[in-house]
């Protein structure tokens, strides 16, 4: 089955401690994304990778770090997390040729809590 | 510059009456439009997309969306509402340009009533 897997879907943690979002997607897409969503705000987008070893910032890349050592996997880093980053995390995927393109494939998300 | 603006955060409708979603985008070129679609504890899916062609959009569970130029808008309807209809709705905007980024509207809820 195609999809974005995210792990893990809920997170708690204190400000300060590193964690690690994973994203895996099973589609051999090129872009990937990271949106944070805030109620009243929408969906920001945080990093997107148009290719492996191509990452670049969107919105609101502040206390963020991405890798895309690997087509398959985009990993969201926070070195030292802070209660603002409280927010739920998706994961997203796309081509970028073809019928497809634009075409955004999300993951479930991840509900972040930073005490 | 890029930008989506959806009119009303909530909508509220009962069921089997019209459904209408407002969207208005701002865009210095040709726009990709975009509905997605978001349930309760889930992701977001794409309900339809615009890029070139016929104005007059169908996407999936009986939505359409009508791009017109003139109006720089990209209304959601659907002619009866099912309680199944009951979701978050985002519009999204893409201008092309390199980073192949997708600007999403604040999102309208949908409420149905029985």
């Known amino acids: 089955e195609a999809q974005v897997t995210q792990n893990p879907r809920y997170l708690i943690t204190v400000t300060g401690k590193k964690l690690t979002v994973t994203c895996s997607q099973n589609m051999n897409h090129e872009y990937m994304s990271w949106y944070r969503q805030d109620p009243g705000l929408g969906l920001r987008q945080i990093y997107y990778?148009?290719?492996?070893?191509?990452?670049d910032k969107g919105d609101v890349p502040e206390g963020y770090k991405v890798s895309r050592k690997e087509k398959r996997n985009f990993p969201l880093i926070l070195e030292s997390p802070s209660p603002n980053q409280t927010s739920l995390y998706f994961c997203?995927?796309?081509?970028?040729?073809?019928?497809?393109?634009?075409?955004?494939?999300f993951g479930s998300g991840t509900q972040l809590s930073v005490l | 510059a890029q930008s989506v603006t959806q009119l009303g955060s909530h909508v509220s409708v009962s069921e089997g009456a019209l459904v209408l979603l407002r969207c208005n985008y701002s865009s210095s070129v040709p726009p990709y439009l975009f509905w997605y679609v978001q349930y309760p504890n889930q992701g977001l899916q794409l309900l339809l997309k615009y890029t070139t062609g016929a104005t007059l959009v169908k996407g999936i569970n009986g939505f359409e969306a009508e791009f017109k130029k003139s109006e720089t808008s990209f209304h959601l309807t659907k002619p009866s509402a099912h309680m199944s209809d009951a979701a978050e709705y985002f519009c999204a905007v893409y201008s092309g340009g390199s980073n192949y980024k997708l600007t999403f509207g604040k999102g309208t809820l949908l409420t149905v009533n029985p």
């Open positions: 997203a995927s796309s081509l970028l040729q073809g019928e497809l393109s634009g075409k955004l494939f």
């Open positions: 990778s148009m290719n492996v070893e191509v990452t």
